[in-house]
């Protein structure tokens, strides 16, 4: 394992770009057993208010699919997280240095507020689905992207043929 983030590889044969997925969760509080959502209509109706891109919003809809797919509640997107979910994911695109909000492994969860469980995903590779699988077979963000939270931010942000991905998972109280 590489320190401090882990490398995985893109979900096919035709993917020539490594992943690189890094995770931090802050929890706080009791956890609730997850109910069954319908994802691809919760997905459309949760985000459809939302003011993101295509690629976001691809990423709110894959997050929601692999939710239903585990019997987890669909997340709704969520703007300030999804504009500082952007902002973060443009500036690791503009530094190459793969980071969380905090820098290195910390998050800074400023200037959100209302939550009471706080998780962030970063990565990097060709494709969000590519990073979204690198997600998936990592454990620790697995476990934010299935985790009690009710609310999602993501950003995208494409550079040359990298796409840099940012999560920001939030449990609102």
């Known amino acids: 394992m590489e320190s401090p983030s882990t490398t995985g590889s893109g979900p096919g044969e035709n993917e020539d770009q490594p992943v690189k997925t890094e995770q931090t969760r802050r929890n706080t509080g009791r956890r609730r057993l997850p109910t069954v959502a319908a994802a691809a209509v919760a997905a459309i109706v949760l985000s459809a208010c939302l003011n993101v891109s295509a690629s976001q919003k691809e990423d709110i809809t894959l ?23 952007q902002a973060w994911s443009a500036h690791m695109a503009r530094t190459g240095v793969l980071e969380h909000t905090g820098g290195g492994t910390k998050v800074d969860p400023k200037p959100l507020t209302g939550w009471c469980a706080y998780g962030e995903n970063v990565g990097y590779g060709p494709s969000v689905a590519a990073v979204h699988q690198a997600f998936l077979k990592s454990p620790p963000h697995k476990a934010n992207m299935l ?11 494409l550079k040359g043929s990298t796409v840099w991905v940012a999560e920001i998972y939030l449990r609102t109280c």
């Open 63 to 85: 997050i929601n699919q692999a939710r239903s797919a585990a019997k987890a509640r669909a997340v709704a997107g969520q703007q300030a997280a999804a504009n500082k979910a």
């Open 147 to 157: 985790g009690n939270f009710n609310a999602v931010g993501t950003g995208v942000t």
